[in-house]
């Protein structure tokens, strides 16, 4: 399975679905309100399953790499999307995107891009000195292609 674009065209911000800030100890109850809002917008078994991992995996590197804390929105575009933000140091994206082959593991992790990557329809990336932005949308029956 090819790695998404990454896409600058991402659709534009739509109706908020839920918001929540988050640190380690709040990562199950985000994890169910994505479940819960996921299945409202039409997500089957797999398709949330997926896209949970995926925005899971957002957080856990927000937390891990971003202060400890991050800012979660879902939105309801033309399909679903995820904005996760920190406030860390930011990271150099072409050491992640584009990536096709899987990379190999080290102490610090190195895989949670690239799964989702592999989970998301796109990924959308701004990092700076200031923290980091990543957009991901969830991939549906509709968008696998």
Do not use: K
């Amino acid at each position: 399975m090819a790695n998404p674009p990454l896409d600058q065209h991402a659709p534009a911000a739509g109706q908020p679905l839920f918001s929540s800030s988050f640190t380690l100890t709040d990562l199950t109850r985000v994890r169910r309100e994505v479940e819960a809002v996921s299945r409202r917008c039409g997500l089957d078994h797999d398709e949330i399953e997926n896209w949970v991992i995926a925005v899971n995996e957002l957080m856990i590197n927000a937390i891990r790499h971003g202060g400890g804390t991050g800012g979660l929105l879902l939105l309801l575009d033309d399909q679903l999307t995820c904005e996760v933000t920190d406030q860390g140091w930011g990271f150099n994206t072409a050491h992640y995107f584009p990536r096709t082959e899987r990379p190999p593991l080290s102490d610090t992790g190195g895989m949670g891009l690239w799964v989702v990557g592999h989970m998301a329809d796109y990924v959308l990336v701004e990092s700076g000195s200031t923290g980091t932005t990543i957009r991901i949308a969830a991939r549906t029956r509709d968008t696998r292609g």
